[in-house]
Nanobody, 120 residues
Framework: QVQLVESGGGLVQPGGSLRLSCAAS????????MGWYRQAPGKERELVAS???????NYADSVKGRFTISRDNAKNTVYLQMNGLKPEDTAVYYC??????????????WGKGTLVTVSS
């Protein structure tokens, strides 16, 4: 069984910072892409940022220059440093990764989400 456990969400004022973490554990191997998605009330889930096992990075235009994604391959952990937060960043943030299971099949896995609220 594979678990993705997110942490670091919370309430922050506009202009503030938060750092999200997500650790993958269980029967998952050769994790390729790790990323963060978010879903605001009444909106569809959208990609925020992703990073491959060799460091290839992709950001949504709305967060470029403010958010930084990184990962620790030895710990199967991905991070999202969020600076200059805006009220429109308010959403549930979900961790996602792509890896192999015990039968070597490639699968996508999701965390349960962590709420980020940006408000004064």
């Amino acid at each position: 069984q594979v678990q993705l456990v997110e942490s670091g969400g919370g309430l922050v004022q506009p202009g503030g910072s938060l750092r999200l973490s997500c650790a993958a554990s269980g029967s998952i191997f050769n994790i390729n892409v790790m990323g963060w998605y978010r879903q605001a009330p009444g909106k569809e889930r959208e990609l925020v940022a992703s990073i491959t096992s060799i460091g290839g990075i992709n950001y949504a235009d709305s967060v470029k220059g403010r958010f930084t994604i990184s990962r620790d391959n030895a710990k199967n952990t991905v991070y999202l440093q969020m600076n200059g937060l805006k009220p429109e960043d308010t959403a549930v943030y979900y961790c996602n990764c792509n890896g192999q299971d015990r039968s070597y099949a490639w699968r996508y896995y999701w965390g349960k989400g962590t709420l980020v609220t940006v408000s004064s």
